[in-house]
């Protein structure tokens, strides 16, 4: 069995766990090890789950589309969303690891904007300042901003999709 089929199966189990240990760099997925988070989801998740579902500029095979692992993009929405709430309740990592850190929550920002992961999506709508506040104190610099890189996944992801036209969503309130 392929170390990705491994992780596969923890997120079945521990959604939150997989995907922190993605996340972080932790999570055994060979042979895809080198790819980052996004690569290597986009290369075991089924096109169905992406936004965009043609093949991709690069991309060399197909997405792993068996019944086996259909589930997979769901079990990453209740860990991706998990995940969120927790570092959100999580007291700040030092100074020193701060900047890998903001780079770590960017990475998982950037996800909504290839996956659909409603209940990721329905966590960051919820309670927009509290998300604000959190993410303001992440600020690195211009390329490393995460507040910066919410408000550009909640005012794409509100005006592309619709996904959830009954909120009200102002991105220039973040």
Not at 7 to 13: D, I, N, S, T
Not at 32 to 56: D, P
Not at 107 to 116: I, R, S, V
Request: glycine share 4%; with cysteine.
């Amino acid at each position: 069995m392929s170390n990705w089929l491994k992780w596969a199966e923890e997120l079945r189990v521990t959604p939150e766990q997989a995907v922190n240990d993605l996340l972080r760099g932790a999570a055994d997925i060979y042979p895809f090890e080198r790819a980052s988070v996004c690569e290597f989801l986009l290369a075991i998740l089924s096109r169905n789950t992406r936004i965009v579902q043609g093949k991709l500029l690069g991309e060399q095979f197909d997405a792993v589309d068996t019944d086996d692992h259909l589930d997979l993009a769901d079990y990453l929405d209740d860990g991706l969303s998990a995940w969120f709430l927790t570092q959100r309740q999580k007291p700040l990592p030092p100074e020193k690891k701060l900047s890998a850190y903001s780079l770590q929550v960017m990475g998982a920002l950037e996800l909504l904007l290839y996956f659909n992961l409603p209940k990721t999506l329905a966590t960051l709508y919820e309670d927009q300042d509290k998300w604000s506040e959190w993410l303001t104190k992440l600020f690195i610099s211009h390329d490393r901003d995460p507040k910066f890189a919410y408000s550009r996944v909640v005012d794409w992801q509100g005006r592309t999709l619709n996904t959830c036209s009954h909120l009200s969503i102002n991105s220039t309130d973040l």
